[in-house]
């Protein structure tokens, strides 16, 4: 299965268009999620097959993981290269600023 990398890429960076400060009840908000995970769903970036003699639901999100994993590649590159830094380095730092994260929750 070749994988539309690009336009599910293209698609999560719509992601950004969400004001995180208004909430999720947010009528733009919600328009807005509605309309990247229908994108999301056309481009097949994941699927799902159920099984009835099992009642088990098997999720493949490999297209989806492929684009995320592909902006965030392209990110870290881009910020170690413009703060003078090893990308190895750049990811130091975003598992620092997720350890916070999860602290907060």
Known sequence: ???????????????????????????????????ITSRLQQLQAFSGTFNDETDELTLDVT????AIATNQMFLIQQLAEARGLSQDAVRFELRQFLETLAQEA
């Open 63 to 66: 297209p989806l993981l492929v």
């Open 1 to 35: 299965m070749k994988y539309l990398t690009q336009p599910i890429a293209d698609a999560l960076l719509d992601l950004h268009h969400i004001d995180i400060a208004a909430g999720a009840e947010d009528d733009g908000n919600n328009h807005a999620m509605e309309s």
